[in-house]
């Protein structure tokens, strides 16, 4: 289940049917494997053993321009790189009911194509340079797995590591005849006693 939907596209980005406030300059995912780290008996270092993949990150770089360095628009604006900042900041530490950060499903061809469906927005990082009115701000969001696919990946990924199939389905061991028969009547079939 989701709180919205997050659309990044055409040098822009939707929150639901709001735009946010700012000019997408870059779109960066990253995906990881993770790692298990342990340390062997008499060898230095550590051994690390794949164990499936993290959660992937998405940021996005956005250009806040002051708008009075800006086209004139209708109706007027005059919000500062600074106001538009706060509002960035206002709208993505919203939280759901439970208090908890919300989940947005995501439509962008980049991200979809990396196999991500749904994110949660993980912080807000801003910078500003010497030019006067321009500030850059990086939007962090992280892959939101429910918990069930992530149960899911975790019961594959720990039998991929053991080199077992997750639908491989154990045989019972096949009864021997002989084995099973009850002693006291196996010597009636044979004619003795």
């Keep these: 289940m ?61 250009q806040l321009v002051s708008d009075n360095h800006l086209k004139p628009t209708k109706p007027p604006s005059t919000l500062s790189c600074y106001e538009k900042l706060a509002e960035l900041n206002g709208i993505f530490r919203d939280t759901d009911k439970s208090k908890d950060p919300k989940v947005y499903e995501v439509v962008n061809a980049h991200i979809t194509a990396r196999g991500i469906e749904r994110v949660v927005f993980s912080g807000l990082n801003s910078s500003e340079t010497n030019e006067n009115d321009i500030m850059l701000a990086t939007l962090s969001f992280v892959e939101h797995l429910p918990v069930i696919i992530r149960k899911e990946n975790q019961v594959a990924s720990s039998d991929k590591a053991l080199g077992e199939s997750p639908d491989k389905q154990q045989k019972e061991p096949e009864k021997d005849s002989e084995i099973m028969k009850d002693p006291f009547t196996s010597g009636l079939e044979l004619g003795i006693g």
């Design 2 to 62: 989701s709180d919205g939907t997050l659309t990044i596209e055409h040098g822009e980005v939707r929150l639901n049917n709001r735009i946010v406030p700012g000019i997408l300059k870059s779109l960066d995912v990253r995906g990881s494997v993770r790692f298990d780290k342990a340390e062997k008996d008499s060898q230095s270092g550590k051994v690390k053993t794949p164990l499936g993949w993290e959660d992937a990150d998405v940021s996005l770089v956005m």
